[in-house]
């Protein structure tokens, strides 16, 4: 049965889905690094697009910006049959540590968004990313030899509210970097049962309008996403029986 946002059926969607905020990266993504790609989705901006990569079936879904959208997607993908979420996005750097377009491997993301907040009614949580999604990055990012951190980002709703003083603030507890999606995502894949994981690019620095060059972010988005499809390749594989493993 078709969802009421991401107009796709069941079968259209493979189990492995990338999630960028911008629907351009997810076309950019599907055209540059899919083979037999179509496209499955569109409505409301929100493409969609499936195809293989090293011929493992992956999905590239647009979740559009902030949490509400992307939590709508995220539960649509759950029930059209997903069970790996991957956010591939971009962050603003809450500390000097970050360099323009470096890899974040999210571990968790503080919830400073309003969907989380309604789901859970106020309660206290952890949005927490799945180990094995971030195991299998980091273990592909060191494979690629892309530079990366792991740990802490803030997921937050208003995009223009944070400061640099702000960023230091939270940067003093650890959080590396501000986005918009990945509290929402963890949480919905852990309501739902599946796996979901973040990585983002850095943009550029919070509270800074100015980004960071195109071909820097260009290169930064593509170290991003061929962590992201490797990732997705080495979880297959270890979940696919090889000749001779045991039954
Ligand atoms: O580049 P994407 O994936 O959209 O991610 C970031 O960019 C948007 C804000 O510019 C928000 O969606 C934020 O999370
Ligand atoms: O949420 C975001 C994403 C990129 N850059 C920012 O400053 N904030």
Redesign the pocket.
Known sequence: MSQIHVRANSGDVAPYVLLPGDPGRARFIAETYLEDVRQYAGHRGLLGFTGTYQSVPISVQTTGMGCPSASIVAEELARLGATHLLRVG???AATPHLAPADLVIAMASVPNDGTTRQFLGGAPYAPTASFELVEASVSAARTLSVPHHVGLLMTEDA?YASTPQHARHWASYGVLG???EASALFLVAAMRGIKAGCLVTV??D?GDPQLVPDEVLAHGVDSMTRTALETFVRIHDGATPRQGDRP
Request: charged share 10%.
């Open positions: 971009t962050c603003g995009f501000f986005e918009m943009s550029n919070i």
